[in-house]
């Protein structure tokens, strides 16, 4: 595995100082990337304490080959597969959303535009669509709405014209180079020091993954999977994300009580929020990837 690329965890101390509340406990690392929680959690745990870990990168997961430790496993997968993990069995689910700086530093992933490579985008590569495949024959409509949903890009419709107007006049796109110079000719201005494809790039990796429908997935299924106080731990980049988590943690920590039936008993809460943790000024200063970081922490309620 090339370890050219080197990957800096976000949020470390402070993600496996409010996840780790029972050393012999089951912990799940969502999200496994380049390990870097994952290696600090096993640090916490005990004699009896377990990790599981997920990932869709098969990079992701040669790395957590090297990990020679009895307590730890890794499976192959989405985080959504949280769901098939028994009832009340974790003490603990991460899930840090980040692309890790492997993924966007290498050329052949496809993830940046700052590096031509083929364009890829899939975080796993062994299976799947990638994002060239998908936009060699997607509709102009299809397109604008994946980069205005995902992008938050208010060109969406004038990139996604011209993304079509070249495949019928030149053939599809198959790198990012040639991706971020359309974009940069179709978008008229843009803030201050960002790229004219951030957002394109962002909108197509989301839609490429199914990101945001995983997460979705995942936190539900990690309400059935934790165990009474055990703790939900998820870092976010970016509006989408977060806004999502963030609502998630909101409705299930409000009673909910049926308006339809006189002196109804409200649902019991299932999840009690406990903090929202942003990066420290020297976090950010020594990693400046850190800078958007959200963290939100929660904990299972009940007996």
Same mark, same amino acid.
Request: charged share 25%; no cysteine.
């Given at each position: 595995?090339?370890?050219?690329?080197?990957?800096?965890?976000?949020?470390?101390?402070?993600?496996?100082?409010?996840?780790?509340?029972?050393?012999?406990?089951?912990? +799940?690392?969502?999200?496994?990337?380049?390990?870097?929680?994952?290696?600090?959690?096993?640090?916490?745990?005990?004699?009896?304490?377990?990790?599981?870990?997920?990932?869709?990168?098969?990079?992701?997961?040669?790395?957590?080959?090297?990990? /020679?430790?009895?307590?730890?496993?890794?499976?192959?997968?989405?985080?959504?597969?949280?769901?098939?993990?028994?009832?009340?069995?974790?003490?603990?689910?991460?899930?840090?959303?980040?692309?890790?700086?492997?993924?966007?530093?290498?050329?052949?992933?496809?993830?940046?535009?700052?590096?031509?490579?083929?364009?890829?985008?899939?975080?796993?590569?062994?299976?799947?669509?990638?994002?060239?495949?998908?936009?060699? /024959?997607?509709?102009?409509?299809?397109?604008?709405?994946?980069?205005?949903?995902?992008?938050?890009?208010?060109?969406?419709?004038?990139?996604?014209?011209?993304?079509?107007?070249?495949?019928?006049?030149?053939?599809?796109?198959?790198?990012?180079?040639?991706?971020?110079?359309?974009?940069?000719?179709?978008?008229?201005?843009?803030?201050?020091?960002?790229?004219?494809?951030?957002?394109?790039?962002?909108?197509?990796?989301?839609?490429?993954?199914?990101?945001?429908?995983?997460?979705? /997935?995942?936190?539900?299924?990690?309400?059935?999977?934790? /165990?009474?106080?055990?703790?939900? +731990? +998820?870092?976010?980049?970016?509006?989408?994300?977060?806004?999502?988590?963030?609502?998630?943690?909101?409705?299930?920590?409000?009673?909910?009580?049926?308006?339809?039936?006189?002196?109804?008993?409200?649902?019991?809460?299932?999840?009690?929020?406990?903090?929202?943790?942003?990066?420290?000024?020297?976090?950010?200063?020594?990693?400046?990837?850190?800078?958007?970081?959200?963290?939100? +922490?929660?904990?299972?309620?009940?007996?």
């Amino acid at each position: 595995m090339d370890t050219e690329w080197q990957h800096t965890t976000v949020l470390l101390n402070e993600a496996i100082s409010s996840l780790v509340t029972r050393p012999d406990g089951l912990y +799940v690392d969502a999200t496994f990337g380049r390990g870097g929680h994952a290696r600090l959690l096993l640090s916490r745990l005990g004699a009896a304490g377990r990790l599981l870990a997920f990932d869709k990168d098969p990079e992701a997961v040669a790395e957590a080959a090297r990990i /020679q430790d009895a307590r730890f496993s890794i499976r192959h997968e989405g985080f959504r597969h949280l769901a098939e993990l028994p009832v009340a069995s974790a003490a603990g689910v991460l899930m840090d959303l980040g692309v890790s700086s492997p993924q966007i530093d290498n050329p052949g992933r496809g993830f940046s535009f700052r590096h031509d490579g083929p364009l890829d985008m899939r975080m796993d590569t062994t299976r799947g669509q990638s994002a060239a495949e998908w936009l060699a /024959q997607a509709e102009s409509g299809q397109i604008a709405q994946v980069i205005r949903d995902y992008g938050e890009e208010r060109f969406a419709v004038p990139i996604a014209k011209a993304i079509v107007a070249r495949r019928q006049e030149r053939g599809p796109l198959a790198t990012t180079a040639e991706l971020a110079q359309l974009v940069a000719g179709a978008v008229k201005t843009r803030e201050p020091g960002q790229d004219p494809a951030t957002r394109t790039f962002q909108a197509l990796r989301i839609h490429v993954n199914a990101e945001l429908e995983e997460l979705k /997935q995942a936190l539900e299924a990690s309400v059935d999977v934790l /165990q009474p106080q055990g703790r939900l +731990v +998820v870092i976010a980049f970016h509006s989408l994300e977060d806004r999502i988590v963030k609502q998630f943690i909101a409705r299930h920590a409000r009673e909910v009580v049926d308006r339809r039936v006189p002196f109804a008993v409200g649902a019991p809460l299932k999840l009690r929020a406990l903090a929202r943790i942003r990066p420290s000024a020297e976090e950010v200063a020594a990693n400046p990837r850190a800078r958007s970081a959200i963290m939100r +922490v929660a904990e299972r309620t009940g007996d």
